[in-house]
């Protein structure tokens, strides 16, 4: 009996993992991890939100810690907050139709 409670506490961890995997971890600022929903958002000919996230973490050799898209005038853009290795913190907007860092 005991061996059977084992195995299906270990399936349902294991099954909580995989549910949970889709969905990206960040940390924040205080080391408390929050979840992130997928970024799926993409505009027509434009640049979805995780194109963006790649994007500027290559740019600026820094880490996005948060990621919204806003409607700004009939256009999307990105606001993306990063994070640098020295410990900086700064907000980047990107435009979701050009890709172009405003």
């Known amino acids: 009996m005991r061996a059977l409670r ?11 993992c995989i549910g949970t995997a ?15 929903p997928p970024r799926l958002i993409r505009v027509a000919g434009g640049m979805s939100l995780d194109q963006a996230v790649e994007m500027v973490e ?3 050799n820094a880490r996005v810690i948060r990621a919204d898209s ?26 979701a139709a050009s890709g172009s860092v405003m």
């Open 22 to 36: 889709a969905v990206p971890l960040r940390a924040g600022a205080s080391d408390a991890y929050e979840i992130q």
């Open 70 to 95: 806003r409607d700004e005038g009939g256009r999307t853009v990105y606001v993306l907050k990063l994070l640098n290795d020295s410990g900086r913190v700064w907000i980047v907007r990107v435009d």
């Open 6 to 16: 084992r195995a299906v506490h270990g399936f349902l961890a294991l099954a909580m």
């Open 58 to 60: 290559r740019r600026f």
